[in-house]
């Protein structure tokens, strides 16, 4: 297969899958209920066996577990501390990977989650300029990189998922 006709094959697919999306975000299902479905959509386009769905919580300062997917062991009470000066070191609704991050204090003080569920891309979630939450993506099926295309398309998600 041709590498032109590769690229139309995976974006007609994203776009398929933004299309899923776009339903689950407007369906009559309760919240929890549709960011899981949302999250399952997500972990489908991009072959990623694992993540989760945090909600932030200002007062406590910390992003809660709504909904994962793929962890055998479960995440019960999983939470990332998050201070107001994490926040602003954050590109709005768009993929932070583990190197982008690193040297950063929100890394840092959560490092052990980060290793624990092999967060590969942290997605932070804006509306309205307001931090409301992030995704956590593992790995993809066959150790691949995600790709330039791939993170394009995480940062649609973002700001279709940020909304809802």
Sequence with gaps: M???KMHLK???FSIASLVDLGQEATSSKDLSAKMKAA???IT???SVPAAALFVYRQQGKNLELLVEKGYRDGLQDINLAVLPEHIKHFRVNDPHTGSDIAEHAFFKQ???VFSKLKIK???PLFAKGEFVGAITLGGKLGGAP???GEK???RVIAHQMAIT
């Design 121 to 123: 891309i942290f997605l």
């Design 10 to 12: 995976r974006l007609m």
């Design 39 to 41: 999250l399952y959509v």
């Design 44 to 46: 489908g386009t991009f």
């Design 2 to 4: 041709s590498n032109k």
């Design 146 to 148: 995600y790709r330039q």
């Design 110 to 112: 959560n490092s052990g």
């Design 152 to 154: 394009d398309v995480l």
